[in-house]
C-alpha cells in the first residue's frame, strides 16, 4: 500500500474518540520496528521525521525511498503516513518534493500574521496535492532536534483562524513539553483544550509531548478532540534501555553477539512494545 495522507485516519479517529500515534523514525530500525507493529496490531500509523531525523538519513529523499520501500517490501497493508515533523517553511517544501505524504509547518515562533500567510500558501499546495497538514499555534515546550520552546497554552481565537485557513490538523500548546515531564509540571491544561475545541470545531487535534503523559490525561484529551498524539522520547528511552542491559549482560561478548542485528535486536523489540503499549491507550489497535 502506497503511503496516505493523515486526513482520512485523523477524521475517522476523531469521529471513533480515539487517537493515532504519531512515531519518530531514526533509521532503519526505527521504522521497521513501528511499521511491524502497527500491520499486527492493524493500527494505522504516522512516521514523523523531525528535520534534525531527516538531515541523519542523509535527507528527505532516502527516507521517502526507504519508507515506501519498507512498505512495500514488508507487506503493510495499513494506513502509513509520512509526516514532517515540525517543519520549517522550506523543509515543508523539501519533503514534498520528497514524497512525504503530510507535513507540519510550525509557524508558533513567528508573528500570528506571519504563521497565518506562510500556513495559508502551504494549504493551497497541500490541497492540491492530496497531501495533509499540520500547523501549530502556541509553542510545544521543551527541546526536540535543537527546536526549543517554552510550552505556552495557545490562544483560542489564533487557533480559530489558523484552522479557517483549512489545514488537516491543528497543534495547540496546551502545557505540554517535548522529552520528559519535570516533577513540579502541572498537568495538561484542559481549559485551553476545551477553548480551542470550542473555536475549532471538527478539527483532529494533535497532542504533542507525548512521552510520559499519564493514561487519565491521554484519555481525557482524545475525549476533548486530540486525535493524533505524537511520540519520540519514550521509544528512545526504551531503545536506550534494553541496548544498555544487552551490554551489561555481556552478551555483546559472547559468540556473534557483536553482530549488529544481534546487538540492535532487543532495542527495536522495546520499541515496538512501547509502540503497543500507545497503541493500546491511544485506542488505535483495530481500526485500520
Ligand atoms: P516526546 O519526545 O515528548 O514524546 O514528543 C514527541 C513530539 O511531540 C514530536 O513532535
Redesign the pocket.
Known sequence: MALVSAKEMLEKARDGKYAVGQF?INNLEWTKSILQTAQELQSPVIL?VSEGAGKYMTGFKTVAAMVSAMIDELKITVPVALHL??GTYEGCYKCIKAGFSSVMFDGSHFPIEENLAKTRELVGVCNGLGLSLEAEVGA?GGE?DGVVGKGECADPDECKQIADLGVTMLAAGIGNI??KYPANWEGLSFETLSAVKKKVGDMPLVL????GIPTDMIKKAISLGVAKI?????CQLSFQEATRKYIEDGKDLAGKGFDPRKLLAPGCQAIKDTVKEKMEIFGSIGKA
Open positions: 519518530n514523523g515533523d515540525h510545544i526536540e517535548h522529552g504533542h509531548g507525548g512521552t505524537n511520540v519520540n522520547t519514550e
